[in-house]
């Protein structure tokens, strides 16, 4: 290899390999943007939605819990909260229920992890509950494999 | 060392040293709060603990990259850095930023994207850093020779500040920011700053070994060509269960298998060359992180990431400990002891204490490696147990996390190791060693 293999060569082996499979991954993805702009059509990300996802960042709940798998791992993970809450059965418990789980923090129990009061308003509620309904709705490949997140 | 301007490279380390000390004592603050959660919890909430730790880390490898950068680039153009007052500038602005960052983190002011939450306006100062230090360091590889070395430093640090550009957008559709949330993270760590990992090693073992440079040059770039070949269709792994194409589980785990064969051709050509090489040179902790890094690089990378990065195992180990496991020894191996090896290199030459002893900063290579180590251990077995019990079995996430208490308490005991490894490491570094190497016998001047 050592006399097949020119320095020149290798280097060229990389430019124009690396150009190849940095096209064909830009094509892919927009593809797949195609298939996520899909997804916002047939279940349109409402103002509400937005408002939620932006709620969701300015208190940073990704670095306690996960959304759809990403995050940290120290709090539940959320992407299918809004399921395992019951939302499909009963959309109007499950976001009751939602709404109260968040007002009633922190618990304060000995041992217990704690999640901070962020002192959120009816509405600000309302938007979060609605992005992780929009979230749960995703076409996750049927990912988590339990409802247990 | 041969040219004045290399000794910028000096502000740049002990930036990095200092917010690295930073990193692992809120590292193990957090490991104290998973086992102790009423910890701190009025004060001080886990999520901005963890951005500090994660933001600390990010910054300081890649402050360490820019010290890196500095140091060898002048030596490979054989030329003075375009501007030193320039370098000095940045180093002082991203300091200062990152300063403001962890400042603002403690009073509540962040954005909320995992590792992006730094608010806008400093996410725009680390551009206006980056532009810097890019038209600092082409300016210098323009005027100077130019080497493999120098070209793929250059591109990794060019695609670090590229790819950096998709952290300010931020669409409100989950998935789309989820797909392109990825091509800052993963293009980061599976792509450009491989190339820097590379390239600096590469350097090293030129130095240390003095095998010839054609020979590493060559395979500098048949090991970044696969790096690359593999890593950026990787990028798949990441976009099983986001929204994406179902095609994704299977270019994702082709792909992403094959990230492991850069990280095995590394340790290989490692070892080879300094068996090869017969140098015997004087700085051997240097010649102990180069090869400690390759070695680790392939383990916490390589054959922790194929753990679970096939779509099948990952449906089920996705976002459990098992990914924290993943994550600690892959930046641990890859990137802490890849910069831990340049500025062991580097010290000496840059405050002028070649050669000198260096027994305590192995010690801490031990020690540290040793920590790291026992935490992925006891974070791959607490994500084994993790995976079977939630989603296997459908017990719920709380329920689990008290199943898995002896795992945490087993990695804050490895994280107080690595911590006391750290600050043997950094004294080390930074305080001249008690006892000088007097033989001179067989010495050859180190370049």
Same mark, same amino acid.
């Given at each position: 290899m050592s006399e097949t293999l020119t320095k020149a060569a290798a280097r060229n082996i990389f430019y124009g390999g690396t150009a190849f499979f940095f096209v064909v991954f830009v094509a892919l993805t927009a593809h797949s943007v195609t298939k996520a702009n899909a997804i916002a059509a047939a279940n349109p990300v409402t103002p509400s939605v937005a408002a939620g996802k932006h709620i969701w960042e300015r208190h940073a709940c990704v670095d306690c819990h996960s959304l759809i798998g990403e995050g940290a791992y120290y709090a539940p993970e959320l992407g299918n909260v809004w399921v395992r809450f019951g939302g499909k059965e009963d959309a109007a418990g499950a976001r009751e229920a939602l709404k109260a789980w968040m007002k009633g923090q922190?618990?304060? /129990?000995? #041992?217990r992890r704690q999640m901070p009061?962020? $002192?959120? @308003?009816e509405s600000e509620l309302d938007n979060l509950v609605d992005f992780l309904k929009w979230t749960s709705e995703i076409d996750t490949q049927n990912w988590p494999p339990k409802v247990s997140g | 060392m041969k040219y004045q301007s290399q000794k910028v490279a000096l502000y740049y380390f002990a930036g990095a040293l200092a917010l690295f000390v930073a990193q692992v004592l809120f590292g193990t603050i957090l490991g104290t709060v998973v086992v102790?959660? $009423?910890?701190l919890a009025d004060l001080v909430p886990f999520n901005i603990l963890r951005m500090i730790h994660t933001n600390a880390l990010i910054v300081w490898l890649l402050m360490g990259f820019f010290g890196a950068a500095y140091y060898l680039i002048p030596e490979e153009t054989e030329s003075e850095l375009h501007s030193t007052g320039l370098a000095i500038l940045q180093f002082w602005l991203f300091l200062f930023g990152a300063a403001a960052a962890v400042v603002g983190y403690l009073f509540g002011i962040h954005e909320g994207r995992e590792f992006l939450e730094q608010p806008l306006w400093i996410k725009l100062a680390i551009v206006v850093v980056a532009l810097m230090f890019l038209y600092n360091i082409t300016m210098t590889v323009l005027k100077g020779r130019k080497t493999a070395i120098t070209n793929v430093l250059l591109l990794g640090m060019w695609g670090i500040a590229v790819f950096f550009l998709f952290s300010l957008y931020n669409p409100n559709n989950l998935v789309l920011d989820k797909m392109f949330w990825w091509w800052v993270v993963h293009l980061w760590v599976e792509g450009v700053w491989e190339l820097v990992m590379a390239s600096i090693l590469a350097f090293l073992l030129i130095k240390l070994t003095g095998v010839d440079r054609e020979v590493v040059e060559k395979w500098l770039y048949v090991i970044i060509s696969m790096t690359l070949f593999t890593g950026i269709l990787g990028t798949g792994h990441h976009y099983y269960? /986001?929204?994406?194409? @179902?095609y994704w589980q299977w270019i994702g785990s082709i792909f992403s298998t094959l990230e492991v064969l850069p990280f095995f051709a590394m340790v290989v050509f490692s070892f080879y060359m300094v068996w090869k090489g017969g140098r015997d040179h004087p700085n051997k902790a240097a010649l102990l992180w180069s090869l400690g890094c390759a070695t680790f690089a392939f383990f916490g990378a390589g054959v922790w990431g194929f753990l679970h990065t096939l779509a099948p195992i990952n449906y089920y180990t996705? #976002?459990?400990q098992v990914t924290a496991a993943h994550g600690h020894l892959a930046f641990y191996g890859a990137y802490v002891m890849l910069n831990i090896a340049i500025m062991t290199y580097a010290f000496p030459l840059l405050l002028k &204490?070649?050669?000198?002893?260096q027994t305590l900063n192995m010690w801490g290579f031990w020690i540290t490696s040793s920590g790291v180590a026992f935490m992925t251990f006891a974070l791959t077995f607490a994500g084994v147990v993790q995976t079977h019990l939630? &989603?296997?079995?459908?017990?719920n996430f709380m329920e689990v996390q008290d199943q898995l208490g002896l795992f945490y308490w087993l990695r804050l005991g490895a994280g107080l190791v690595t911590l006391i490894g750290v600050v043997i490491i950094v004294y080390a570094l930074v305080v001249p060693g +008690? +006892?000088?190497?007097?033989s001179g016998v067989g010495y050859q001047p180190a370049e």
């Open positions: 922190p618990s304060g /129990i000995e #041992g009061q962020f $002192n959120l @308003s | 102790k959660p $009423n910890f269960w /986001i929204g994406t194409p @179902s996705h #976002g459990t &204490r070649e050669p000198y002893n939630q &989603r296997v079995l459908g017990m +008690a +006892a000088k190497q007097t």
